[in-house]
């Protein structure tokens, strides 16, 4: 009998994994993917001598041994050697508060420091400080073992075990929004450094195991960047016997009798198959690949009700100098006020990139900025290419402005200009108005499950971050597991996945 064969839609973080898992049990695995190569959402590309990585930020997890660290050997990406542990998060510059602090490893410091700042704000910071310390072993990979349709009682009880000392973090004041909690801060610079610690809607104790996984050394940037992690996630599924087509859209799931049987590409060809996983963007892949008659109310309303990260732009510099005393990732709200770019929040996130690391020439540094910014203008706007064009470099004069503040003579030496919109996004990977982690991490969307299946729709499976509100790396790389998790126990068999088990 020859082998089963599994067609994925998407060669992004989740359907790289997907297929790479396929293999693994014994499945033909074809990946079709709208863009020219892989990745997805965690994209990387060149312009006159730079790379601009666009893609993770951190990598968590994967420095101490557990089931993290297998299950990136399982995928092909634990290459030793590439991986950095993380000293410091970031440094927070608030020029409005006359503020400077660095969030490093040694968080004692951070809080003594914050404390020198607010002796009043001590009680907070203290109770900020021991419950960073309960999520020290935090290992995301032991809490979601399994996709929802195969969690039971017992896995529950598992996973619950597994959190140790930052079990009681999940519940109470530490559940709740930072916009919230920030109002407990008596100094306002320290209230904005907390709001901004990750993003302002994110429950309290996303921010506390994000601090752990920095004080305990598990917290990683990649030396190659996002481009090398999804390399090495092509390398190992394409070394298994994958197939991936690239520049071919998927424009319909096929459907007999309530079954997926394959699907048909955007030129008319169809593809044949026992299984079909979509790992591309979720509103698409059910209100357009799929149809609206299959999908659940209660589905169709999370896709309605929960709130999505916000669009971002990227302004990436190319600066012909060497930038000296700054830490490589900075926070920071700029004195001026952008009337360009259509920005969300006040605070930037900024990226230095150096030449030790291919990102940018001798000599040079790459500066990237990350804005929050709105969706509705962007798309408006791309009727209009001239205004598009226009509105991008009123942004980027504007963002060289303030950085030429911060560090003057810099806006003199810049060489290289890109700007990636949500229009950006969209245009590259079909993500829902351009929200490149999907649903936010809010209290609410915590608490939500996504089932990777549609009830009445057979052989089909979901994978990627529109099934784990939040997103990020781990979380979907592990619902291409899933996937396959799910296929092999309709198929009877025994899921095989390396020395990782569940």
Known sequence: MPPRRVAIIGAGLSGLAA???????????????????????????????????????????????????????ELGVLQEERYRPVTRYARFLDPAHGLRLDLTA??????????????????????????????????????????????????????????????????????????????????????????????????????????GLLWSNNLAVRTDGSAGFNQALESRFIGLGGKIFYRSRVEKILIENNRAVGVRLRNGLEETADYVVSAADGRSTLFDLVGVEHVPPALATLYRDLELFAPVVLVNLGLDLELSGLPGNLIFRPPGRLSAGFPAREWWFVRLFGPERGFAPPGKILVQVMIDSAWEPWQKLRADMAAYQAEKERL??????????????????????????????????????????????????????????????????????????????????????????????????????????V
């Open 19 to 73: 297929g790479i898992f396929a293999r693994l049990n014994g499945f033909e695995a074809t990946i079709f993917e709208h863009g020219a190569k892989p990745g997805g959402v965690s994209s990387s590309w060149k312009r006159k001598g730079y790379l601009i990585d666009g893609g993770i930020h951190f990598y968590m997890g994967c420095l101490r041994s557990g089931p993290t660290r297998e299950f990136f050997r």
């Open 106 to 211: 040694d968080l004692d410091r951070f809080v003594e420091e914050a404390r020198a700042i607010s002796p009043r704000d001590a009680r907070f910071l203290n109770r900020f400080l021991a419950g960073a310390k309960a999520f020290a072993r935090t290992d995301l990979v032991s809490t979601m073992a399994k996709p929802p349709e195969l969690t039971t009682f017992l896995d529950s009880a598992k996973a619950l075990c597994s959190l140790g000392r930052s079990l009681r973090y999940y519940s109470g004041r530490f559940a709740r929004p930072m916009t919230e909690v920030v109002r407990e801060l008596d100094h306002p610079g320290l209230r904005e450094i907390f709001l901004h610690l990750f993003l302002p809607e994110v429950p309290y104790f996303f921010n506390l195991m994000l601090a």
């Open 396 to 501: 980027a004069a504007q963002v060289i402005r303030e950085l030429d503040r911060l560090h003057p003579g810099l806006g003199e030496r810049v060489e290289m200009i890109d700007v990636a919109t949500p229009h950006t996004w969209w245009r590259y990977t079909l993500n829902q108005r351009g929200a490149y982690e999907g649903f936010a991490i809010t209290p609410k969307s915590f608490r939500t499950k996504i089932k990777r299946t549609l009830p009445g729709l057979d052989n089909f499976v979901m994978a990627g971050q529109w099934t784990v509100p939040g997103g990020g790396a781990v979380p979907s790389l592990l619902t291409g597991r899933h996937a396959l998790m799910l296929i092999c126990v309709k198929e009877g068999l025994i899921f095989r996945g390396g020395r990782f088990s």
